[in-house]
């Protein structure tokens, strides 16, 4: 397994933008992470929205959709068979800790610019926001950085398939 693989280029992230910003225009208190995807299906989106660790839940314990209105997200969600999805967004001018996940992720690009990367055992990759979805080795020590002035987003899940725990 590379660190970074191409698994799917066919999802109009544009459908998907629109049915988040709809959403996030209604949620005052979003800070760059909110989970689609719960525990159950009326649990609060933030929660399990950062660090696995600091949660009583597996990861495969968030497959209820928590927003039902999010159509074509949650049929994208459900085609990949993805759980503990999230929308992520870095700000501009920032990147997150150093640090390695219990499982791989499958990144979706939602905005991302040629200043965005993630660095996976200290390797930099650009991951293109043009309908593409990428299985990433986040065991490995990794990043996202956003060195550029706008904001990066991605849609963000894990997959039954390359979680490691099968």
Do not use: W
């Amino acid at each position: 397994m590379q660190d970074i693989n191409l698994i799917r280029k066919d999802i109009d992230i544009y459908r998907i933008l629109n049915e988040i910003n709809t959403l996030l225009s209604t949620i005052s208190d979003f800070d760059n992470q909110i989970c689609i995807q719960g525990i159950t299906s009326d649990m609060d989106p933030f929660y399990g929205s950062r660090r696995i660790d600091e949660m009583n839940h597996s990861e495969k314990d968030f497959k209820f959709f928590l927003f039902p209105e999010l159509d074509y997200t949650n049929s994208v969600i459900e085609d990949m068979d993805l759980y503990r999805t999230r929308i992520m967004t870095l700000p501009k001018k920032s990147c997150l800790t150093y640090h390695s996940d219990p499982t791989m992720r499958v990144h979706i690009p939602l905005e991302t610019n040629d200043q965005c990367f993630m660095l996976i055992d200290r390797t930099a990759h650009h991951l293109k926001d043009d309908g593409s979805a990428y299985l990433c080795d986040t065991t490995k020590l990794h990043t996202a950085i956003n060195a550029s002035l706008s904001p990066r987003t991605h849609l963000v899940g894990v997959t039954y398939e390359n979680d490691g725990h099968n």
